[in-house]
């Protein structure tokens, strides 16, 4: 069973503060990885795709993959409130044309 | 920027009953998909369709779950008898090409299902 693993958290920041999101996952020979906001009620929003080793950075979000140690991140600088949400991290199933999802980590930015 | 769209937002239906939740993807797009969410709980992947065939279906699609493109635009899946534990948020997705291409996956608002 492939398996996507992040902490629940809450995870309580700062306003301003960096937040850093960790994820790992099972399958060695995954190749793209995805972080998802959600809000409370929501779908699941697409804020970053990554697929080679090392840092993407978007705007405020940054993306951190390691392939070997099968870990990939998500850093948010200047933390906002409307960044408290749910972060889901994903990872394409490379036997199967679906996504499995982590259980999200709830991100709370305290003003 | 071209969404994906779902309807209804919200579904209650009596258990037993017939359930179809529509689906309108991005119309480029030539990948489909169906995930559930349980409150409180992760998503989860239902179905992947392509070229009007099942690619993909996990085992919770059961026997009781069909997908259907009845027409050039709309995605469909049937729920034919449902149950208590078929209440969840059910998400439509959809990507350009096949998810192993690195395209992401986009996804509708979702329909709320309720079954009482």
């Known amino acids: 069973q492939k398996e996507v693993e992040q902490n629940s958290g809450p995870l309580s920041v700062p306003e301003g503060a960096i937040a850093s999101l960790n994820c790992t996952y099972s399958?060695?020979?995954?190749?793209?990885f995805f972080w998802y906001r959600q809000y409370s009620g929501k779908s699941p929003e697409l804020i970053m795709s990554?697929?080679?080793?090392g840092d993407k950075e978007d705007g405020r979000f940054t993306a951190q993959l390691n392939k070997a140690s099968q870990y990939v991140s998500l850093l948010i600088r200047d933390s906002q409130p409307s960044d408290s949400a749910t972060y889901l991290c994903?990872?394409?199933?490379?036997?199967?044309?679906?996504?499995?999802f982590g259980s999200g980590t709830r991100l709370s930015i305290r003003p | 920027e071209p969404e994906v769209t779902q309807t209804p937002s919200h579904q209650v239906t009596q258990m037993g009953q017939e359930v179809i939740l529509r689906c309108v993807p991005i119309?480029?797009?030539?990948?489909f998909y169906w995930y559930r969410q349980i409150l409180g709980q992760k998503v989860e992947f239902l179905v992947s369709?392509?070229?009007?065939?099942?690619?993909?279906k996990s085992e919770i699609f059961d026997d009781q779950f069909s997908v259907e493109r009845p027409d050039g635009s709309n995605f469909t899946l049937k729920i034919r008898s449902t149950k208590l534990e078929d209440s969840a948020m059910y998400f439509c997705?959809?990507?350009?090409?096949?998810?192993?291409?690195?395209?992401?996956?986009?996804f509708g608002d979702g329909t709320r299902l309720s079954i009482l």
């Open positions: 997705a959809s990507s350009e090409t096949e998810p192993y291409s690195n395209q992401p996956q986009h």
């Open positions: 399958d060695r020979v995954s190749q793209s």
């Open positions: 990554i697929y080679s080793n």
């Open positions: 994903a990872v394409i199933d490379s036997s199967a044309s679906k996504i499995i």
């Open positions: 119309s480029n797009h030539l990948y």
């Open positions: 369709f392509y070229n009007n065939e099942i690619s993909e």
